[in-house]
């Protein structure tokens, strides 16, 4: 048990106690320490008394729209933040991934898919600016140099693409909302021109990947936007 006691903390925020069980369950038997609340208010309060390393929200909350606590930790805290949604909700995930929620879980989820998103969270958010080269699959990324290699040949990227994908590199596992992309990449005037992203990041698959059209590197999160998977 010691092992369990010295894990992590992770703070579920969950109304429904069946499923706040469950959460609690899963993540304790992958050596998570976890802390619960039943409601925004008491979400809000343990996310800054229990210090916790990552929090998982449900939107759907008795006293607050999920969002809105999102935004509160978000005031004071870069705690890496899943989202739990009910299906057909694209929108209010959208709207989190925009307001700084780092992943989402679509309900009912698989188990070991939770324990693999919060862990990666965890470890995405502990790494410092990366220095040399980043090395996902074939492709190796080198941010300071401006290098991108595949196979280790350099594949030339247009200042765009290199853009795009350092912004993915810099966010690997975190799911990039289209408008988020948009915004960092194009500038806030371009939000809403999707098909930018899509344009992009066909031709960085093209580059990039062993199969463009079944990608492993930047994979589309449906309806939502990307994450790279590196
Ligand atoms: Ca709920």
Redesign the pocket.
Known sequence: MNAIAAGPPVLVI???PQ?RRLIQITLESSGFRVHQASDGKEGLARSSTDRPEAVVL?????DMDGIEVLKQIRIRSTVPVLI?S?RNAEQDVISCLNAGADDYLIKPFRQGELVARVKAAIRHRQRPEEKGAIVAGPVSIDLDARVVKRGGEIVKLTGTEYALLALFVRNAGRVLTHRYILEQVWGPSYAEESQYTRVYVGQLRKKLEDDPSNPSLIVTESGIGYRFAG
């Open positions: 969950e109304d429904e499923i449900d939107l759907g909350l008795p739990l009910v």
